[in-house]
């Protein structure tokens, strides 16, 4: 039984770092590169595992290099892959990624390869039934997640959407979602609102709940985060670390640590603490699965 089921997709995260991102038409000389384990999903999955969670993570690979390279990862992780499908159709999935060393921010091309062609018949759901927490986000196909989230939610199961990239949803994601973790890019695209301060973040998040949410967490990068149920907010600054190195993949560090919390049954503010400082941690080194910390790098 694994306390964790995280469904997503793994795409090997291809990394370039230079002194900004490129334009249209544009050649630039970078100075380094990364090859890793990337992917929304698997980088959540890494995230949980190396804060000592167990982890079982649901996915589409491809039967090559870059699906060698998934396993390895996995499996160095302590990830549980008896539910990584290995397709001999498909590719597995590849991100461009695109990050400017000064700033450490980012652009993303994700190709997902193998997950594009998830149906409901590939998940095994006796295996979400027995977690304590279903986190996913929408890289797979929409009507796989939402069917997941199902069954999560008739099993008992604490629901983590990550609702990103941003799309068009329908209601029932909503009402299925314990918890909505938007960025304020995503939070702009399911409310209008655009976030600028702490105001603005209530506001996004007064029309998140309005929507039939029970508890969001918005994400706000360098500010931090902002949190409410409706009764209670809460508004945690982002840690100040002197150099980000690549911001790619902090919202999922942020969610894996916030399902680790949840796991442990911590409080709210807690968990919102632990998932700040894992989001921070994250973003000192190029790369997004590797990137993530372990429990002992958490004060
Ligand atoms: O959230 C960051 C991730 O988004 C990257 O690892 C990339 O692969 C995309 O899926």
């Known amino acids: 039984m694994s306390e964790v089921t995280v469904l997503g997709i793994f795409v090997a995260d291809l990394s370039f770092s230079a002194n900004k991102i490129p334009t249209t038409g544009e050649t630039i000389l970078g100075d380094k590169y990364n090859i890793g384990p990337g992917g929304k999903g698997c980088n959540q999955a890494i995230a949980l595992a190396r ?16 699906g060698k390279l998934a396993l390895n990862s996995l499996e160095q992780n302590k990830i549980d892959t008896s539910n990584i499908i290995i397709s001999k159709e498909h590719q597995t999935g590849v991100a461009g990624i695109h990050v400017d060393r000064n700033t450490g ?12 062609s998830f149906t409901k018949d590939d998940i095994d759901i006796n295996i979400i039934k027995k977690s304590k927490i279903f986190l996913t986000q929408l890289e797979i196909p929409i009507e796989v997640t939402l069917h997941c989230l199902k069954v999560a939610k008739e099993s008992g199961l604490i629901n983590i959407l990550n609702p990103a990239p941003a799309c068009k949803l329908d209601k029932e994601f909503f009402s299925l979602s314990d918890y909505f973790t938007p ?30 949410l029970k508890k969001v ?83």
């Open 183 to 212: 960025n304020e890019a995503e939070a702009e695209f399911y409310t209008g609102v655009k976030i600028k301060n702490e105001n603005d973040a209530k506001e996004s998040a007064k029309k998140l709940l309005a929507l039939g």
């Open 51 to 66: 804060l000592g969670c167990n982890v079982n993570f649901i996915s589409k690979i491809g039967n090559d290099d870059y």
């Open 105 to 116: 921010q980012n652009a993303i091309t994700v190709i997902r390869g193998a997950p594009a």
């Open 217 to 299: 967490i918005i994400t706000l990068g360098e500010k931090g985060l902002f949190y409410s149920d409706g009764k209670e907010e809460i508004y945690i600054k982002a840690l100040p670390f002197k150099k980000v190195e690549d911001t790619t993949g902090a919202g999922d560090a942020f969610n894996g640590g916030l399902a680790y919390a949840l796991s442990k049954n911590k409080s709210i503010k807690e968990c919102l603490n632990i998932a700040n400082q894992v989001a921070g941690l994250s973003t000192l080194k190029l790369g997004a699965g590797n990137s993530m910390p372990l429990l002992t790098d958490l004060k």
